[in-house]
């Protein structure tokens, strides 16, 4: 069929019908609002910096060396989150390959980023991370979806003023659990709960 040309009998055709029906759940634990940032590997990182600033104007935030990240990571930013885009370097993709690391979504509350782990579990979802990260200081749980992706629900992802301040890595609050994540706040994040029976007991 020619571009531009509508088919109308494939779009009532059963298959895209069911698609296009498929229904949310009433009474989700979390409310995802926003597609927060992507991550993706890169074969010359360098090179993808130059793009991404001097083509599409972000801006650098952060960078880990190959000692904290391998391959080095790049964090960028379009608006005030720390990071919309973050590069990894080292991809072993042939040229015109698109590799994605993870895909991340923004939730309005640190509980909800608890209520979401319990939700997860609760569907057998293998989670690969939960606690704090270092740069951003975003806490979050990051899982797989049915084909490998790693997905991330997360909460308090820092802003970066009109100003450029960022949050120096001496304030990195990395942790390894939701859990200590609230218990040890970096400066000015509040990790206070409105419902505390969501941390585990220990």
Same mark, same amino acid.
């Given at each position: 069929?020619?571009?531009?040309?509508?088919?109308?009998?494939?779009?009532k055709?059963?298959?895209?019908?069911?698609?296009?029906?498929?229904?949310?759940?009433?009474?989700?634990?979390?409310?995802?609002?926003?597609?927060?940032?992507?991550?993706?590997?890169?074969?010359?990182?360098?090179?993808?910096?130059?793009?991404?600033?001097?083509?599409?104007?972000?801006?650098?935030?952060?960078?880990y060396?190959?000692s904290?990240?391998?391959?080095?990571?790049?964090?960028? @930013?379009?608006?005030?989150?720390? =990071?919309? /885009?973050?590069?990894?370097?080292?991809? &072993?993709?042939? $040229?015109?390959?698109?590799?994605?690391?993870?895909?991340a979504?923004?939730?309005?509350?640190?509980?909800?980023?608890?209520?979401? @782990?319990?939700?997860?579990k609760? =569907?057998? /979802?293998?989670?690969?991370?939960?606690? &704090?990260?270092? $740069?951003?200081?975003?806490?979050a749980?990051?899982f797989?979806?049915?084909?490998?992706?790693?997905?991330?629900?997360?909460?308090?992802?820092?802003?970066?003023?009109?100003?450029?301040?960022?949050?120096?890595?001496?304030?990195?609050a990395?942790e390894?659990?939701?859990?200590a994540?609230?218990?040890?706040a970096?400066?000015?994040?509040?990790?206070?709960?409105?419902?505390?029976?969501?941390?585990?007991?220990?």
């Amino acid at each position: 069929m020619p571009r531009g040309v509508i088919d109308h009998e494939a779009l009532k055709s059963p298959d895209i019908q069911a698609l296009r029906n498929a229904e949310t759940p009433q009474g989700l634990p979390f409310a995802i609002r926003k597609i927060g940032h992507v991550v993706l590997m890169v074969q010359d990182l360098e090179r993808s910096v130059e793009f991404y600033t001097k083509v599409l104007g972000f801006k650098v935030s952060d960078v880990y060396p190959n000692s904290m990240f391998p391959g080095r990571m790049v964090f960028m @930013r379009c608006n005030a989150d720390h =990071h919309g /885009v973050a590069l990894v370097g080292g991809s &072993r993709a042939p $040229a015109n390959s698109n590799e994605l690391n993870h895909m991340a979504f923004e939730v309005g509350t640190i509980d909800e980023v608890l209520r979401a @782990r319990d939700h997860l579990k609760a =569907h057998d /979802v293998k989670i690969m991370f939960e606690g &704090r990260r270092r $740069a951003g200081c975003q806490v979050a749980v990051e899982f797989l979806d049915p084909d490998n992706h790693v997905l991330e629900i997360y909460w308090g992802l820092d802003q970066v003023g009109t100003g450029g301040h960022i949050r120096p890595p001496e304030e990195w609050a990395e942790e390894m659990s939701l859990e200590a994540a609230v218990a040890h706040a970096p400066p000015g994040q509040d990790t206070s709960l409105q419902d505390k029976s969501l941390l585990k007991k220990k």
